[in-house]
Nanobody, 125 residues
Framework: QVALVESGGGSVQTGGSLRLSCAASLRTFSMYTMGWFRQVPGKERAFVGAIGGNGISDYVESVKGRFTISRDNANRTVYLQMSSLKPEDTAVYYC???????????????????WGQGTQVTVSS
């Protein structure tokens, strides 16, 4: 049974920072691209960023320079460091695991095999 467990969400003011973690029970963790998505009520899950097993990452334009994804393959954990947070970053954040390299398809939630339960991030103005 594969499990992805996110942690680190919470409430911050505009300009604040949060660090999300996602611990995965994947035996071959390094073979997976790990992605972060976010979702607000009534909208589809949206790509935030992803990191391949080799450490190469990609981000949606709106978070570039503010968010950083990293991973620890030995501990099977991926992180999302969020800085300069804005109210529009408010959402439930999900981590996903997609078997294979980081590709153009990594921006699409349907390409992910496993998902965490989500963690709420609220940014107040």
């Amino acid at each position: 049974q594969v499990a992805l467990v996110e942690s680190g969400g919470g409430s911050v003011q505009t300009g604040g920072s949060l660090r999300l973690s996602c611990a995965a029970s994947l035996r071959t963790f390094s073979m997976y691209t790990m992605g972060w998505f976010r979702q607000v009520p009534g909208k589809e899950r949206a790509f935030v960023g992803a990191i391949g097993g080799n450490g190469i990452s990609d981000y949606v334009e709106s978070v570039k320079g503010r968010f950083t994804i990293s991973r620890d393959n030995a501990n099977r954990t991926v992180y999302l460091q969020m800085s300069s947070l804005k109210p529009e970053d408010t959402a439930v954040y999900y981590c996903g695991a997609s078997l294979g390299r980081l590709t153009r398809g990594s921006v699409t939630w349907k390409t992910y095999n496993y998902w965490g339960q989500g963690t709420q991030v609220t940014v107040s103005s």
